[in-house]
């Protein structure tokens, strides 16, 4: 996606997306970070609504509903008692909010294109809960964007039982040039995981420039699927028995000699 601060604009493609990809036998939906309002402080706390509740989250799963899909929106603004997260929401072919994840990693960042300063800390109250998803088609590990440089936290999502790790993201341009698919193979690897990773991309209204090349790579860190640097919708199909044996094979998560303690 490309998306703007019109909440309103960012649904309907989504709802045409999702009917769209439905069509073709699609299970599980993934959209980037900031996929519903994408913009300033100002748009984000605008919209923001209490979890679960509010006329958003309503659509949302309205949407996942009418197709018949797990639909996990990368990330949307939340209203808490302190603050706003910047959170992840998993819907099921009910329509039902089976999970969320507040972002843990806050992207507070100088980086060297025209909109250079990035402080998320200033916009969004950090999460504090490492979150799987266990559903009947994947057992899904959930992150967004800044954390994908954390290798610890995905570490932890596969001691817990992921299998596919997921990352909707927002990566800039100059960022995801360089390490954008270095990353995502690294985490693929290490955690002998399918990685999802939904990437923003374009020039946005406010100014911004993401990278897209949204992909999938395989447990053995392949990229078995990608888009360029338009929007689109990429449909792939996760063998996930392919976990099972590139881990018993290569059983590194039995080899493991130390834990690192995660403090969230």
């Known amino acids: 996606?490309?998306?703007?601060?019109?909440?309103?604009?960012?649904?309907?493609?989504?709802?045409?997306?999702?009917?769209?990809?439905?069509?073709?036998?699609?299970?599980?939906?993934?959209?980037?970070?900031?996929?519903l309002v994408f913009g300033c402080r100002e748009n984000y706390h605008q919209v923001a609504e209490p979890l679960g509740e509010g006329q958003t989250h309503t659509q949302l799963a309205s949407i996942a509903k009418a197709g018949g899909v797990y639909l996990?929106?990368?990330?949307i603004p939340i209203r808490r008692a302190e603050g706003v997260t910047t959170t992840s929401l998993v819907y099921d072919p009910k329509g039902q909010l089976i999970a969320?994840?507040?972002?843990?990693?806050?992207?507070?960042?100088?980086?060297?294109?025209?909109?250079?300063?990035?402080?998320?800390?200033?916009?969004?109250?950090?999460?504090?809960?490492?979150?799987?998803?266990?559903?009947?088609?994947?057992?899904?590990?959930?992150?967004?964007?800044?954390?994908?440089?954390?290798?610890?936290l995905y570490s932890e999502l596969v001691q817990r039982g992921s299998n596919v790790l997921l990352v909707p993201a927002a990566f800039t341009a100059v960022t995801?040039?360089?390490?954008?698919?270095?990353?995502?193979?690294?985490?693929?690897i290490e955690t002998q995981s399918w990685v999802v990773a939904a990437n923003q991309t374009g020039i946005h209204p406010c100014g911004r420039e993401t990278w897209g090349h949204s992909m999938v790579?395989?447990?053995?860190?392949?990229?078995?699927?990608?888009?360029?640097?338009?929007?689109?919708?990429?449909?792939?199909?996760?063998?996930?028995?392919?976990?099972?044996?590139?881990?018993?094979?290569m059983p590194t998560l039995k080899h493991i000699r130390f834990q690192t303690q995660l403090n969230v």
């Open 217 to 249: 790579v395989s447990p053995w860190g392949e990229v078995v699927a990608g888009l360029n640097n338009l929007p689109g919708n990429l449909v792939t199909t996760l063998d996930l028995d392919s976990v099972d044996v590139v881990r018993a094979a």
């Open 72 to 75: 996990v929106v990368g990330s």
């Open 100 to 152: 969320h994840y507040d972002k843990l990693h806050m992207f507070d960042v100088d980086v060297e294109d025209a909109h250079q300063r990035y402080r998320e800390s200033e916009i969004f109250t950090p999460g504090n809960q490492i979150v799987t998803v266990d559903t009947p088609i994947a057992h899904l590990g959930l992150t967004i964007c800044y954390d994908v440089r954390f290798p610890h």
């Open 176 to 188: 995801g040039a360089a390490h954008w698919e270095p990353l995502l193979r690294a985490r693929a």
């Open 1 to 35: 996606m490309t998306s703007g601060p019109d909440l309103q604009s960012n649904l309907a493609y989504i709802k045409h997306q999702v009917r769209l990809l439905a069509k073709q036998g699609t299970e599980l939906v993934v959209t980037p970070e900031n996929s």
